[in-house]
């Protein structure tokens, strides 16, 4: 059988580092046939993305910093130009002040609720809005969220709130672009250790927290987040659409603290 992902191209938006659950994913969509672009958020992280890029033989790697959105219309533009269409899209990009990813949700500021708001809801709506252009043969999305939309989670705060909108813009954008045969889905991950999640307080307490109560006894790897985005990603999800899908090890079913975890 010809490799799941023969003929399609996509692109990346959210790859820091090697740590990256755009990383994860972008391995094995790669590995099953993928052809990726990538975004870069500045000069800092360009100069690690460019190298993971090349890895996997990408050669597209443009700028982008989703607050500004004619860096997004310069990216839909360049991918016109030179593929003219696009299969899939994938959307890891978050951000929130890290001053407010400790203590209580009742103190946010209203500059960083929009920023936050902005940054990892707003842009997902503004990138299906450009994407959907150029999946003209229908197409996939997928977008990074976290249970602290469904639940409370110490410290997640406006970036939990942030999420559960995001979650509901999915929906909404499944049922616009579904006449497209478009489809719009979220991964929910478990806690990973990555750039972004070195920004929320305690959050060696949460993996560990996760590990021990989660019914797989494990934390979510990037080789979990890499097999159900390639699933999402590709035909072999054709009737899946407007979902919130969990690769937690399970953590969601859980009710209480098992009542075998050790002490953390
Ligand atoms: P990461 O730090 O590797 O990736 C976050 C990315 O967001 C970075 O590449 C950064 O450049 C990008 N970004 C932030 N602001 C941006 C802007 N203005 N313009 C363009 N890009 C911007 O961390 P990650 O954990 O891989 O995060 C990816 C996604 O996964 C995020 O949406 C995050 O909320 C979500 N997520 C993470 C976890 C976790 O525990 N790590 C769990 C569930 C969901």
Known sequence: AAPLMQGKRGLIMGLANDKSIAWGISQALAAHGAELAFTFQGEALEKRV????????????????????????????HLEKVWGKLDFVVHAIGFS???ELKGKYVDTSLDNFLLTMNIS???????????????TDGGSMLTLTYYGAERVMPHYNVMGVAKAALEASVRYLAVDLGGQNIRVNAMSAGPMKTLAASGIGDFRYILKWNQYNSPLKRNTTLED???????????LSSGVTGETHHVDSGYHVVGMKAVDAPDI
């Open 225 to 235: 987040v890499g097999g159900s985005a390639l699933y999402l990603l590709s035909d």
């Open 97 to 99: 002040n890290k001053e």
């Open 121 to 135: 809801v707003y842009s997902f709506t503004a990138v299906a809005q450009r994407a959907a252009k150029l999946m």
């Open 50 to 77: 460019r190298p993971l890029a090349a890895q996997l033989g990408a050669t597209e790697i443009l700028p982008c910093d989703v607050s500004d959105l004619s860096s997004v219309d310069a990216v839909f533009a």
